[in-house]
T-cell receptor, first 113, second 113 residues
Framework: DAGVTQSPTHLIKTRGQHVTLRCSPISGHKSVSWYQQVLGQGPQFIFQYYEKEERGRGNFPDRFSARQFPNYSSELNVNALLLGDSALYLC????????????FGNGTRLTVT | GESVGLHLPTLSVQEGDNSIINCAYSNSASDYFIWYKQESGKGPQFIIDIRSNMDKRQGQRVTVLLNKTVKHLSLQIAATQPGDSAVYFCAENPYNQGGKLIFGQGTELSVKP
């Protein structure tokens, strides 16, 4: 079975631009979460979606937004990119919204110059 | 604030020895804990989880111990192999924060042949 897939794998953007990252969950998983991982640190929670509704939001500015589609895939959008947005963006899916292991994709490496 | 911390940022062991990776958590509302392994260039890989109503859980070559009294979590890896070399993260899920996982900084495990 396919795991969580993310696209693109790498991306280079300029300050002020916007970016859209995509994620396909494991088949049968209805919950999708997004995390940001800065080099040398653990992942930081950005969003959780379940059945197309936002179920949680981390401490990130409004420049970050996301949505989930009827097929449970998801997009993460970041506007007005800053140098500090350079990071590995991880998508994870799970069967349930809580107390359920998250299964991560290999991430999108975003570099903002 | 909330945090999940690791006692040792790096751990070097000989192949065949047992490894113990420790983690301290601060959120008393956490009732679900997960250990992840992250290899270079990949997303975190689920290893094992444990709920707060348990104090020990075993998997294949791995054991997780939970001490709620002192808010401590540990991952034991038996007969450590070179393929176990990676960064290990513990993560907690506070029951009142949906599916949000709070990750620690990580411990880098290096296995010497």
């Amino acid at each position: 079975d396919a795991g969580v897939t993310q696209s693109p794998t790498h991306l280079i953007k300029t300050r002020g631009q916007h970016v859209t990252l995509r994620c396909s969950p494991i088949s049968g998983h209805k919950s999708v979460s997004w995390y940001q991982q800065v080099l040398g640190q653990g992942p930081q929670f950005i969003f959780q979606y379940y059945e197309k509704e936002e179920r949680g939001r981390g401490n990130f500015p409004d420049r970050f937004s996301a949505r989930q589609f009827p097929n449970y895939s998801s997009e993460l959008n970041v506007n007005a990119l800053l140098l500090g947005d350079s990071a590995l963006y991880l998508c994870a899916s799970s069967l349930e919204t809580f107390n359920s292991p998250l299964h991560f994709g290999n991430g999108t490496r975003l570099t903002v110059t | 604030g909330e945090s999940v911390g690791l006692h040792l940022p790096t751990l070097s062991v000989q192949e065949g020895d047992n490894s113990i990776i420790n983690c301290a958590y601060s959120n008393s509302a956490s009732d679900y804990f997960i250990w992840y392994k992250q290899e270079s260039g990949k997303g975190p890989q689920f290893i094992i989880d444990i709920r707060s109503n348990m104090d020990k859980r075993q998997g294949q070559r791995v054991t997780v111990l939970l001490n709620k009294t002192v808010k401590h979590l540990s991952l034991q890896i038996a007969a450590t192999q070179p393929g176990d070399s990676a960064v290990y993260f513990c993560a907690e899920n506070p029951y009142n924060q949906g599916g949000k996982l709070i990750f620690g900084q990580g411990t880098e495990l290096s296995v010497k042949p």
